[in-house]
């Protein structure tokens, strides 16, 4: 029997609307029986170079009815044409494609797990994204862990992408002598000074980075560590020493940031006096830029500018790179400047940590869930980063803010005992999260958050509505997306559909960008224009690993079409 593909699809013009969506088309595509016989010896991990060599590429310039004689190559799948990770595998066959985790996972990587079989049980633990904070560590250590993540992308088919994160220019602790941490008690004596010691630090002594902090700060002041972890207040000031007595204890984590507060306001004149991006980020940046990083997150951003400049130097050092630039919502400065910022970035990071430290902790969770409403109305992916298995043990109901696309962890898989443990605990709390948002929605009409008139999605963003829409209604399995830049797989996304979405992107380094946004599950396929071969291959590559089987429900997008289609698989 000759297998076909029962296509119902509508091509929309720039006259598009939702209620012109009624199946009217129907067109049978006849395969080559020999497209069907399937190499099932193909390894589960597959090196990136295999891609380019073993393309099963149909000529674009073919008709949409395949002739088998005119693709004589297609005599098997070869499985290993599109890179897959054993982890998404794993995840797909289990879960089920419907209830596969959509919210990505950020770790940040540290001293605990900057080892290549560290990192590999992270990946395999589903590690989307490998965070580096230039805050810690050399070039030469962040080097290593680049590339152990890039060995695992080539040799394991991962697609995980790096991150990297500015130290910034705020206030900060020293590196403790060496230490790996100190532990500060109630009423215990501290000197902070901005006088520098090497290995030679005297007890209980902090230096502190910032030249003006013994003549800025007063008697009376509170010295918050990292956000309130650990509380100072200053009895004395004595030459360059700041003499402070613990008044709520906990632990001292080297180059901590520190905040002072007066009469329970911010003092932060100083901070406005220092730049967003010092001259050691500068020379990180250049670095990031030449390891080819797929992010570089800004910290403490205060407006759109530093953002725009930033990327308009890694285009002129590095034209042809992809790198995507984060904007950090950690300061005040910030959350006056929301909307621009965003619009300027290419993601957005809600940095709760120092965030906390800048405003009463109690409106975190509402700036918060302001922020990712933004973000989606402005198609920008937005990570919801440090103290999260708190917060969420605290809030177990689900609020628009769990509709982040990526959570992120720090001190828990940077430093920390379990990392394993903690990145368990984060997918189990997102699949959690993410049912209970499924069967919350249920009764009610689904409708995406209006896209802000400040970003043009035009066409592709009605396309990728009404695909979201039509998969919810018809419970597809999943939706397919094929895409060059990755935009359309970003919109996509931004609906937050119940099924998972298959981007297939031609090249890695869209893929990895992809990887982090909320419920794409993303390939590298080297695609043609004609949507009938791109089909055929992919069903018969996601059929031969058994990621979809016959019967299944798609529905199709692509950015070189402006049409919805929907199959059920052959
Ligand atoms: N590369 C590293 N080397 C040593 N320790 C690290 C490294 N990365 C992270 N850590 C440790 O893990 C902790 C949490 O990491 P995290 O990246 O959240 O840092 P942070 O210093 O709190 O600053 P930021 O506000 O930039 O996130 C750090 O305080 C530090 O102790
Ligand atoms: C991640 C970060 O920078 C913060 O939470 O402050
Ligand atoms: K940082
Ligand atoms: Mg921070």
Avoid at 334 to 354: P, T, Y
Wanted: proline content about 5%; some cysteine.
């Amino acid at each position: 029997m000759t297998p076909s593909i029962t296509s119902q699809s509508l091509r929309l013009s720039s006259s598009f609307s939702i209620a012109a969506l009624q199946p009217h088309t129907f067109s049978k595509i006849p395969l080559p029986k020999s497209h069907l016989r399937v190499s099932r010896q193909a390894p589960l991990f597959k090196p990136i170079s295999a891609v380019q060599s073993n393309v099963l590429l149909p000529d674009a310039s073919k008709t949409a009815t395949f002739q088998p004689s005119n693709a004589p190559h297609l005599t098997a799948v070869n499985t290993e044409a599109m890179e897959v990770d054993r982890a998404t595998e794993v995840e797909l066959k289990e879960n089920g494609s419907r209830s596969k985790r959509r919210t990505k996972i950020v770790c940040t990587i540290g001293p605990r797990t900057c080892g290549f079989d560290e990192l590999e049980a992270l990946a395999v633990g589903g590690m989307n994204v490998a965070r580096i904070n230039m805050c810690h560590g050399t070039h030469e250590w962040n080097r290593k862990v680049i590339e152990h993540v890039r060995r695992l992308n080539e040799e394991r088919g991962f697609a995980i992408a790096i991150m990297m994160d500015t130290q910034g220019s705020e206030i900060h602790m020293g590196d403790l002598g060496g230490a790996t941490s100190s532990k500060a008690e109630d009423g215990e004596i501290w000197t902070f000074t901005v006088r520098s010691f090497g290995s030679n630090c005297p007890e209980r002594t902090i230096s502190v980075n910032y030249d003006g902090f013994a003549e800025d700060i007063k008697v009376g002041d509170e010295l918050l560590v990292d956000g309130g972890m650990v509380r100072f207040v200053v009895t004395e000031k004595i030459g360059p020493d700041v003499i402070c007595c613990c008044t709520d204890p906990g632990l001292l984590l080297p180059r901590a940031n520190l905040t002072f507060w007066r009469n329970g306001s911010l003092v932060q004149e100083h901070n406005a006096m220092l730049p967003t991006i010092s001259s050691k980020d500068w020379l990180d940046i250049d670095y990031g830029i030449a390891e080819g990083v797929d992010f570089i997150a800004v910290s403490f951003v205060k407006s759109a500018e530093v953002i725009k400049h930033l990327k308009s130097y890694i285009a002129s050092r590095s034209p042809a790179s992809n790198i995507a630039v984060i904007a950090k919502i950690e300061s005040i400065d910030s959350l006056k400047n929301l909307n621009e910022i965003i619009l300027a970035s290419d993601g957005a990071m809600v940095a709760r940590g120092d965030l906390g430290a800048q405003v009463p902790l109690e409106q975190v969770p509402s700036i918060q869930e302001k922020i990712v409403q933004l973000c989606r109305q402005l198609n920008k992916p937005v990570i919801v980063a440090s103290q999260l298995l708190e917060s969420m043990i605290e809030y177990p109901i689900p609020t628009r803010a769990e509709q982040a696309d990526a959570l992120m962890l720090s001190g828990e898989s940077a430093m920390g005992q379990f990392p394993d443990k903690a990145l368990a605990v984060l997918r189990s709390v997102s699949l959690r999260i993410e049912k209970w948002c499924r069967e919350g929605k249920q009764h009610a009409t689904f409708e995406p958050p209006p896209i802000s008139s400040s970003v043009s999605a035009g066409i592709p963003g009605e396309i990728c509505n009404g695909a979201a829409k039509i998969a919810n209604k018809l419970k597809a399995s999943a939706l397919f997306v094929y895409t060059k830049t990755g935009q359309m797989a970003s919109l996509l996304s931004r609906s937050r559909p119940d099924c998972p979405i298959f981007a297939f992107a031609p090249t890695s380094s869209v893929r990895r960008r992809l990887n982090l946004q909320w419920g794409l599950v993303p390939f590298c396929l080297n695609f043609s224009d004609d949507m009938e071969s791109n089909l055929n291959q992919t069903f018969s590559l996601l059929k031969a690993r058994g990621l979809i089987k016959s019967g299944d429900l798609i529905i199709v997008v692509s950015d070189m079409l402006q049409s919805i289609q929907v199959i059920n698989v052959p």
